[in-house]
């Protein structure tokens, strides 16, 4: 009864299906976004977009998004500070050109830093015991970085296919398991002491306060896993998505079905409200927020692509009838 109680608190007796979409670009490199609210009672997502970074970093850019949970404060203030945090701090350098490891270095500073500086703000009151996992790219003119806190994902598609993607951060994982234990909790029904089902996010401070334990050791760490990969011309786009597009469908899936999608319209902002529709469809309950990043390799409309989708739409109607 209990759980039945707490579903219903969480879920809407009807989806909402509005959206909030936009695009752009930058740097040679167009993007669109899209995020739904779904069955859930609050929207706690958000992300940031910024397709040219301040300064010597104009160059660069930088996508995130923000998946929050139990409140939606932690993944707002992230939204506004975390790359700032980033790009500030002296292991990231200040250098124009700054080298692989200081851009990794950096990005891993600065997510302990806007952690610590929150986990004091909410020491002293006032704030919700809210949570949120993070998925970001940080793009160079040579590298891109891929940045995991949580069980939100990243995805690259090189070559029409999926050539690397984040590994989620769950309770369960050896690893997670291993530091989690070692930090005095438990892993039931696959869960931080059978509440957290992810295991790093910024924020969830109540899972933060094993005093004999390092930031980076706590039952929740706020440590991200940075990847960099050289770019290359091959590559077509990068997805960044939270759980609730990957709940329904799998990285093939979902690289096949962009490829797809970019074949019938240059309007990105349409194919990203497209994922989250066939997402709802297929039955995820949770917020749903996504960000298309294309390359200049990315698929280009196609007349015969065009053609192929008319000649099906057409025999799924005639079947209906």
């Known amino acids: 009864k209990t759980e039945e109680t707490e579903k219903m608190r969480s879920y809407l ?5 509005e959206k909030s979409y936009q695009g752009g670009g930058g740097n040679g490199i167009v993007y669109g976004l899209s995020s739904m609210q779904g069955w859930r009672v609050q929207m706690e997502d958000t992300h940031t977009a910024m397709p040219a970074l301040p300064s010597e970093l104009a160059d660069w850019s930088f996508y995130a998004v923000f998946d929050g949970h139990a409140g939606s404060k932690v993944a707002e203030y992230c939204s506004q500070n975390l ?13 124009e050109a700054p080298s692989v490891e200081n851009v ?30 993070v998925v970001a790219v940080m793009i160079s003119p040579s590298h891109i970085y891929f940045i995991n806190c949580g069980d939100s994902r990243a995805l690259l598609c090189r070559g029409g296919e999926v050539h690397f993607y984040t590994e989620d951060h769950k309770p369960f994982k050896p690893r997670e398991k291993e530091r989690i234990q070692n930090a005095g909790g438990t892993v039931t029904l696959q869960r931080i002491n059978g509440s957290l089902a992810v295991s790093r996010a910024l924020g969830d401070f109540d899972f933060k306060e094993v005093e004999w334990r390092s930031q980076t050791e706590q039952l929740v760490s706020p440590e991200p896993e940075v990847y960099e990969i050289e ?10 998505a939270c759980d609730g597009i990957w709940d329904t469908i799998n990285n093939e899936e979902l690289c096949k079905f962009v490829c797809s999608r970019l074949q019938l319209k240059e309007d990105l902002e349409s194919v990203c409200n497209q994922v989250i ?16 990043i294309c390359f200049p390799n990315a698929p280009k409309v196609s007349e015969e692509a065009i053609q192929r989708e008319a000649a099906l739409d057409a025999l799924l109607e005639h079947r209906i009838q």
């Open 13 to 17: 007796d009807r989806p909402k299906t």
């Open 83 to 95: 790359l700032n945090c980033i790009i500030t701090n002296q292991d990231f350098g200040a250098e």
């Open 104 to 133: 990794k270095n950096g990005i891993r500073t600065g997510f302990l830093q806007i952690d610590s500086k929150m986990h004091s703000i909410w020491r002293l009151g006032g704030w919700d015991k809210s949570g949120s996992t």
């Open 231 to 240: 770019r290359s011309e091959k590559d077509e786009f990068i997805i960044l």
């Open 277 to 292: 529709d066939t997402c709802l469809y297929k039955g995820s309950y949770d917020n749903m927020s996504i960000i298309l």
